[in-house]
């Protein structure tokens, strides 16, 4: 797509700002239009698409962080929403990020930050998907693992999406699950925290080398990709160039995990823009593994679960109500192959 073709709102009620927004945006080449408020935002929508939504947080009448709730409930085409504000402070960053913005920039704007937030979205949304020929390759594991893994992969809308699943999984199956989320460091190691208080699972960020254990959830640390390695039942941390414009992406660590646990790995792509995810659900069909998806009717932001579809990946649909089940059942699917085997 055309960057003067690119359709960018801001929602502003200080017009000094908005002005200073509409110059930037216009003299890097976007299409510009200015709202003073989420309630004229949200008028403005009924009638006009947009690819790019910047939104303040601080507004009368329906601020941002409402503006940005009924997006992703009535907005079908999944705009990217970076929230531009004031506040400055973890959970206010956690907080928009969870309602469902896909980025969080503090006031005053640095403009090199905010372009290439734009233009790294822009990219994810646009993100071509392969069609994939699926062809099971026979496991090269020297030795059966001790137990299975679910390797997990989200974006937009993910924190409260996981925190929905893990409440329900049980804590007593000996599997260990390892979660990329895309988002900052400070998001990730916030996250570990919150989502302890919701699973009797042991959860971390790991360390470079961590021994893998059942029971365990392991959050992919920020600006690392997180792999497993074969045969030696620990975690690599790799500070590699962005795939598919992240870092930590999930494809290295599916296709880690495929390589190292074969058919005792199940893969589920959930919420999320753009199709990270997608090569690795590949890699771990052909090792012949499992692969899940979140319903896209159920998602924030449809885009991660539906690649795997228009990748012609085999796979499973769950709603977001029935995840929790569906990872108990592949999980204990797995677990009793393991033992058979």
Same mark, same amino acid.
């Given at each position: 797509?055309?960057?003067?073709?690119?359709?960018?709102?801001?929602?502003?009620?200080?017009?000094?700002?908005?002005?200073?927004?509409?110059?930037?945006?216009?003299?890097?080449?976007?299409?510009?239009?200015?709202?003073?408020?989420?309630?004229?935002?949200?008028?403005?929508?009924?009638?006009?698409? /947009?690819?790019?939504?910047?939104?303040?947080?601080?507004?009368?009448?329906?601020?941002?962080?409402?503006?940005?709730?009924?997006?992703?409930?009535?907005?079908?085409?999944?705009?990217?929403?970076?929230?531009?504000?004031?506040?400055?402070?973890?959970?206010?960053?956690?907080?928009?990020?969870?309602?469902?913005?896909?980025?969080? %920039?503090?006031?005053?704007?640095?403009?090199?930050?905010?372009?290439?937030?734009?233009?790294?979205?822009?990219?994810?949304?646009?993100?071509?998907?392969?069609?994939?020929?699926?062809?099971?390759?026979?496991?090269?594991?020297?030795?059966?693992?001790?137990?299975?893994?679910?390797?997990?992969?989200?974006?937009?809308?993910?924190?409260?999406?996981?925190?929905?699943?893990?409440?329900?999984?049980?804590?007593?199956?000996?599997?260990?699950?390892?979660?990329?989320?895309?988002?900052?460091?400070?998001?990730?190691?916030?996250?570990?925290?919150?989502?302890?208080?919701?699973?009797?699972?042991?959860?971390?960020?790991?360390?470079?080398?961590?021994?893998?254990?059942?029971?365990?959830?392991?959050?992919?640390?920020?600006?690392?990709?997180?792999?497993?390695?074969?045969?030696?039942?620990?975690?690599?941390?790799?500070?590699?160039?962005?795939?598919?414009?992240?870092?930590?992406?999930?494809?290295?660590? /599916?296709?880690?995990?495929?390589?190292?646990?074969?058919?005792?790995?199940?893969?589920?792509?959930?919420?999320?823009?753009?199709?990270?995810?997608?090569?690795?659900?590949?890699?771990?069909?052909?090792?012949?593994?499992?692969?899940? %998806?979140?319903?896209?009717?159920?998602?924030?932001?449809?885009?991660?679960?539906?690649?795997?579809?228009?990748?012609?990946?085999?796979?499973?649909?769950?709603?977001?109500?029935?995840?929790?089940?569906?990872?108990?059942?592949?999980?204990?699917?797995?677990?009793?192959?393991?033992?058979?085997?």
């Amino acid at each position: 797509m055309s960057i003067s073709k690119i359709k960018v709102l801001v929602v502003e009620d200080e017009s000094l700002n908005a002005i200073l927004m509409k110059r930037i945006l216009i003299k890097a080449g976007y299409d510009v239009v200015v709202s003073q408020n989420g309630l004229d935002a949200l008028n403005l929508l009924k009638t006009t698409t /947009f690819d790019v939504i910047l939104t303040d947080w601080m507004m009368p009448l329906v601020d941002g962080i409402e503006l940005i709730r009924r997006i992703r409930t009535n907005t079908p085409l999944f705009p990217l929403i970076i929230m531009l504000t004031a506040i400055v402070s973890d959970d206010a960053r956690e907080y928009s990020l969870k309602t469902g913005a896909d980025d969080f %920039i503090t006031k005053p704007v640095d403009t090199n930050e905010l372009l290439e937030s734009i233009e790294a979205g822009l990219s994810k949304k646009h993100q071509t998907v392969p069609v994939f020929q699926i062809s099971k390759k026979r496991s090269t594991l020297k030795q059966k693992p001790d137990f299975p893994v679910f390797v997990i992969a989200t974006s937009t809308g993910g924190p409260p999406t996981l925190i929905e699943i893990f409440q329900n999984i049980d804590p007593k199956l000996g599997v260990a699950y390892f979660i990329v989320q895309h988002g900052p460091k400070w998001m990730l190691e916030t996250f570990v925290h919150r989502l302890q208080k919701e699973t009797m699972l042991k959860v971390v960020n790991p360390k470079d080398g961590t021994i893998i254990e059942p029971k365990t959830v392991y959050i992919a640390p920020g600006d690392v990709h997180m792999k497993i390695k074969a045969n030696s039942k620990t975690i690599e941390l790799v500070d590699s160039p962005k795939i598919n414009f992240v870092r930590p992406a999930a494809d290295p660590l /599916f296709q880690s995990a495929a390589e190292a646990f074969g058919e005792y790995c199940t893969a589920l792509v959930l919420t999320g823009l753009g199709s990270d995810g997608a090569i690795g659900s590949k890699e771990v069909s052909n090792y012949g593994g499992t692969v899940l %998806i979140q319903d896209p009717l159920t998602a924030t932001v449809d885009s991660m679960p539906k690649s795997i579809i228009k990748a012609n990946i085999p796979h499973k649909i769950y709603e977001l109500k029935d995840l929790a089940v569906g990872i108990n059942k592949e999980s204990m699917n797995m677990l009793i192959k393991l033992k058979k085997s």
